[in-house]
């Protein structure tokens, strides 16, 4: 086995959001090691970036649509990636246990749309943002509050436990960072903070809306599982078999959806129940090891 095929292996066991990870890392480090290169050669490389960053003209979006999803994996620094990744990593983890690992790319995409939506309106209606010339987005902050309040809002009274601090339920540190961005809009990256609010909006949306049984993003899964099936190729067999059966007279028994689509969904829901009365802790060893298994489905 090739060392590339080797890492492909290795990537196929990631969880997506070590995967989301890793390709946030990858783009930085291209786009730093292209700068490099255009600097050798006393060449331009900023064109490349600004073709993937979100702008907050209307009609500059216009002109490059997929920015409202590229530039959710674009980073300025090493500390606004490195923070981000970090983020993402801890409050992702408790993301795949309790809301299952399908819907990540859902709130991460949509909360990146979120935010950048918020953005835009705020920098061509608020009067604090008419002198403001050129200004772009990029970052997947919006993405990551959008994760990281989704699971506050889903598990909002389990206790983690912090370095230094000990332990600390989840809806705490979600509004320790609501917070920190709503009063550090005057002070600097007003933009940037504005769209981790609209991706914090989104999380606490989504998660509020499933915990009554409604799904906002179902029809943006299906739209991914279009697009994905539209890339993927077809093996076509030689042969052709044809097989035509005959209805049956009488069908009585009918399975429930709910039974079909996850006959364990009832044992995930007492015992989601019993961590928001009791706290993440008072789990028994085979309960989270049952929602740990049951988040990578």
């Not at 009067?127 to 200004?135: L, R, Y």
């Amino acid at each position: 086995m090739s060392q590339i095929d080797d890492l492909k292996l290795k990537f196929k066991r990631f969880t997506i959001i070590e995967k989301l990870i890793v390709i946030n890392v990858v783009v930085f480090v291209s786009f730093y090691l292209l700068n490099t290169f255009a600097f050798l050669f006393n060449a331009s490389s900023g064109f490349l970036m600004d073709w993937f960053v979100f702008p907050k003209d209307f009609n500059s979006f216009l002109t490059q649509p997929w920015s409202i999803i590229t530039y959710a994996f674009l980073h300025s620094g090493f500390w606004h990636i490195a923070s981000n990744m970090i983020i993402l990593y801890f409050s992702g983890r408790y993301f795949i246990t309790y809301l299952t690992g399908k819907r990540v790319l859902t709130v991460y995409f949509l909360g990146a749309i979120f935010g950048a939506l918020l953005y835009m309106l705020s920098y061509n209606l608020f009067p604090a943002f008419s002198e403001v010339g050129d200004s772009v987005l990029l970052g997947a902050s919006a993405s990551v509050m959008a994760i990281l309040i989704g699971t506050a809002t889903y598990i909002p009274y389990m206790t983690v436990r912090l370095m230094f601090i000990g332990s600390i339920k989840f809806w705490w540190i979600a509004a320790f960072f609501v917070i920190l961005d709503i009063v550090q809009i005057p002070a600097g990256n007003a933009g940037g903070h504005i769209a981790h609010l609209g991706g914090a909006l989104f999380g606490y949306l989504y998660a509020s809306q499933l915990k009554k049984g409604n799904d906002i993003g179902s029809w943006f899964e299906k739209l991914m599982d279009a697009t994905v099936s539209l890339f993927t190729p077809r093996k076509k067999s030689p042969l052709k078999t044809v097989h035509k059966a005959k209805k049956p007279k009488n069908t009585t028994k009918k399975a429930t959806s709910s039974t079909a689509k996850n006959p364990n969904q009832a044992q995930i829901d007492a015992i989601l129940d019993k961590i928001s009365k009791s706290g993440y802790d008072s789990l028994t060893k085979q309960e989270k090891d049952f929602l740990f298994k049951a988040g990578k489905d």
